[in-house]
């Protein structure tokens, strides 16, 4: 069992910045490779970025490629996700998510590929 509880999500205008955070517990998190994923009302939950187990590698989706970052703290036990640039279509509840599996040369970014799931926070970007 892996807990997974985000924080960090909130009301930014369009051009703002938000820091999200993922704490996770249960197991142990340098063997568990983290993805952040997003759902916009009467929209699928769609991918947005992965890490690797050490941090070493990353993968994003297009759409936020240049603006958003991901990272994590292993002795913390947290993933992250920094957001600059927002804009209103990136209003969502973001998702972290772990991957158990280990995946050589790649990061999962399909929602089937991932075991557990967080609660999700809200982001909201006003134009």
């Known amino acids: 069992q892996v807990q997974l509880v985000e924080s960090g999500g909130g009301l930014v205008q369009a051009g703002g910045s938000l820091r999200l955070s993922c704490a996770a517990s249960g197991r142990t998190f340098s063997n568990i490779a983290m993805g952040w994923f997003r759902q916009a009302p009467g929209k699928e939950r769609e991918f947005v970025a992965a890490i690797s187990r050490s941090g070493g590698s990353t993968f994003y989706a297009d759409s936020v490629k240049g603006r958003f970052t991901i990272s994590r703290d292993n002795a913390k036990n947290t993933v992250y996700l920094q957001m600059n640039s927002l804009k209103p279509e990136d209003t969502a509840v973001y998702y972290c998510?772990?991957?158990?599996?280990?995946?050589?040369?790649?990061?999962?970014?399909?929602?089937?590929?991932?075991?557990?799931w967080g609660h999700g926070t809200q982001v909201t970007v006003s134009s």
């Open positions: 998510a772990a991957d158990l599996v280990y995946r050589e040369g790649y990061l999962a970014d399909r929602r089937v590929q991932y075991d557990y």
